[in-house]
């Protein structure tokens, strides 16, 4: 497995309370991606980064922050967690640009929002 | 905007029956297409990607252009096969993609013994 860790692998919050998950990458690849990973839906990007404090939205980005202060660390953050963010979630790395599209995935953090 | 299509979300076979997971795209040009597999409660992983034309445990996938597919087959099932894939393709056609996939909705594969 390439180096990548997210933690916690497991959580349960309360609806309204904020929460972070991190993604740790020890490859120094320069992009960065978060996914929730729901049936029926399948993968879908919730943020990624393509460099240190560069990021950008993917296709569900409400309610999710993040942040990148260093190559290795990815934080997505749920600002006031609502039932509807009870999902699996995802971190990825890509050798892009200089590499393929080919991306490679963390361990997963299943996060349940009571 | 770029699509990932995977027509079956369930597909049953029995051990030693050929299986075909089928994914069409929406790509202009020539896009880069991966399958991925991720077994029960594991990270995905890479299966194959269509650059590489090689086969891995057993499977094999061809590009066709003309039916915008790249299916995902194997002549003959096994149960270790169980698991979810998953077809994904380059985000952008072209111009800055920041390296995004654009994933299918998956096909959860049950080999029954």
């Known amino acids: 497995d390439a180096g990548i860790t997210q933690s916690p692998r497991h959580k349960v919050t309360e609806t309204g309370t904020p929460v972070t998950l991190r993604c740790h990458q020890t490859?120094?690849?320069?992009?960065m991606y978060w996914y929730r990973q729901d049936p029926g839906h399948g993968l879908r990007l919730i943020h990624y980064?393509?460099?240190?404090?560069?990021?950008d939205k993917g296709e569900v980005s409400d309610g999710y922050s993040v942040s990148r202060s260093k190559t290795e660390d990815f934080l997505l953050t749920l600002e006031s967690a609502t039932s509807s963010q009870t999902s699996v979630y995802f971190c990825?790395?890509?050798?892009?640009?200089?590499?393929?599209?080919?991306?490679?995935f963390g361990p997963g953090t299943r996060l349940t929002v009571t | 905007a770029q699509r990932v299509t995977q027509p079956e979300k369930l597909l049953s076979v029995f051990k030693g029956a050929p299986v075909e997971l089928k994914c069409n795209y929406s790509y202009s040009g020539s896009p880069e297409l991966f399958w991925y597999v991720q077994y029960s409660r594991q990270r995905l992983q890479l299966l194959l990607r269509h650059i590489s034309r090689e086969s891995i445990k057993g499977f094999t996938a061809d590009l066709n252009k003309g039916e915008t597919s790249f299916h995902l087959k194997k002549p003959f099932a096994q149960e270790e096969d169980s698991a979810m894939y998953y077809c994904?393709?380059?985000?952008?056609?072209?111009?800055?993609?920041?390296?995004?996939?654009?994933f299918g909705q998956g096909t959860i594969l049950t080999v029954h013994p």
């Open positions: 994904a393709g380059q985000g952008n056609a072209g111009g800055t993609s920041y390296g995004k996939l654009t």
């Open positions: 490859e120094n690849h320069r992009y």
């Open positions: 990825a790395i890509s050798e892009f640009p200089s590499g393929s599209y080919e991306q490679y």
């Open positions: 980064s393509y460099g240190v404090k560069d990021t």
